[in-house]
């Protein structure tokens, strides 16, 4: 199995400007989420999806960030406009069925640098 | 305020000796502890997952042990080598999908 896959690897974008951020979870797996990473924070969940149904998107920071999962194999999240403070490791991860006992795979994770 | 505390914040050591990293957590409630290795520019990769009822865990040089009465887990490193340079992070798992990460500890091996 390939893993989490996620694209790009690094972005670098200027302010006001959209980002994409692309996730393909692990196939069979029906629990997605999407964190960021920051020195000064760490890892912090941003978004849940169970079966393709976003479950909880309270770590979502502000109304400039979505996310969606049209189906099983495909999530992106979006940042429309993008501003300096968004730079950050964002990181896709997946479980086969989001119960607390199993196993987390994390994407190798995208770069966002906002300028 | 962060309820996963890890120690230390960084560590050198020379090839091939050993090493412990610390983890302590008031996270409530429990349901399992993890460790994971994070190499730069990757994602995390699990190491091991430990339920409130084992108290130790091994995935070949790297042994992970739990005290759920004390709330304290280590993860030892054996006979470390180059490559175990890495951040590795503490995981919380309450009874939901809501984990609560630790900072991580840097490790860096030295030849």
């Known amino acids: 199995d390939a893993g989490v896959i996620q694209s790009p690897r690094h972005e670098v974008t200027e302010m006001g400007q959209e980002v994409t951020l692309r996730c393909k979870p692990i196939?069979?797996?029906?629990?997605l989420f999407w964190y960021r990473q920051t020195m000064m924070r760490g890892l912090e969940l941003l978004i849940y999806?169970?079966?393709?149904?976003?479950?909880?998107d309270s770590g979502m920071p502000e109304d400039r960030f979505s996310a969606k999962m049209p189906n099983a194999s495909f999530s992106t999240l979006k940042i429309q406009p993008s501003e300096p403070r968004d730079s950050a490791v964002y990181f896709c991860?997946?479980?086969?069925?989001?119960?607390?006992?199993?196993?987390?795979?994390f994407g190798s994770g995208t770069q966002l640098s906002v300028l | 305020k962060n309820q996963v505390e890890q120690s230390p914040q960084s560590l050198i050591i020379l090839e091939g000796k050993n090493c412990t990293l610390q983890?302590?957590?008031?996270?409530?409630?429990?349901?399992?502890l993890r460790w994971y290795k994070q190499d730069t520019g990757r994602g995390p990769v699990s190491l091991t997952i430990?339920?409130?009822?084992?108290n130790t865990k091994s995935n070949g040089r790297y042994t992970a042990t739990l005290d759920a009465d004390t709330k304290q887990s280590s993860l030892h490193i054996t006979a470390s080598q180059l490559s175990d340079s890495a951040s590795y992070i503490c995981v919380v798992s309450p009874n939901d999908y809501k984990l609560s990460f630790g900072a991580g500890t840097t490790v860096t091996v030295r030849a």
């Open positions: 430990m339920t409130f009822s084992e």
């Open positions: 991860a997946s479980t086969l069925d989001g119960g607390y006992n199993e196993k987390l795979f």
């Open positions: 196939s069979g797996h029906n629990s």
């Open positions: 983890c302590n957590y008031t996270v409530s409630p429990f349901s399992n």
């Open positions: 999806f169970n079966n393709n149904v976003p479950i909880d």
